[in-house]
Nanobody
Framework: QVQLVESGGGLVQAGGSLRLSCAASGSTFSINVMAWYRQAPGKQRELVAAAPTGGTPNYGDSVKGRFTISRDNNKNTVFLQMNSLKPEDTGVYYC??????????????WGQGTQVAVSS
């Protein structure tokens, strides 16, 4: 089992910045993709950014040029640097990790979520 723990959420004014972190721990595993999703009240969960291992990051159209995803593979941690925040960025942000456990068992785990609120 892989545990994902997010941190860094909070309340910020429009135009401000936040940095989210997500650390993966647990059994022996290999992560193929780490990603950030978000969900606003009454709306569907949407992809914010994804970082494939050894690949090129992908971003949702609404955050391109403002958010940056990065990974520290040695520490099994993914970050989301959020700049120029807008009220529309408000929501619960979830960390997601996909990979394989020992014996090539695939996994798809989610963190508990961290709240981001951007005031106008």
């Amino acid at each position: 089992q892989v545990q994902l723990v997010e941190s860094g959420g909070g309340l910020v004014q429009a135009g401000g910045s936040l940095r989210l972190s997500c650390a993966a721990s647990g059994s022996t595993f290999s992560i193929n993709v780490m990603a950030w999703y978000r969900q606003a009240p009454g709306k569907q969960r949407e992809l914010v950014a994804a970082a494939p291992t050894g690949g090129t990051p992908n971003y949702g159209d609404s955050v391109k040029g403002r958010f940056t995803i990065s990974r520290d593979n040695n520490k099994n941690t993914v970050f989301l640097q959020m700049n120029s925040l807008k009220p529309e960025d408000t929501g619960v942000y979830y960390c997601n990790a996909k990979g394989v456990l020992r014996a090539w068992q695939p996994f798809d785990y989610w963190g508990q979520g961290t709240q981001v609120a951007v005031s106008s």
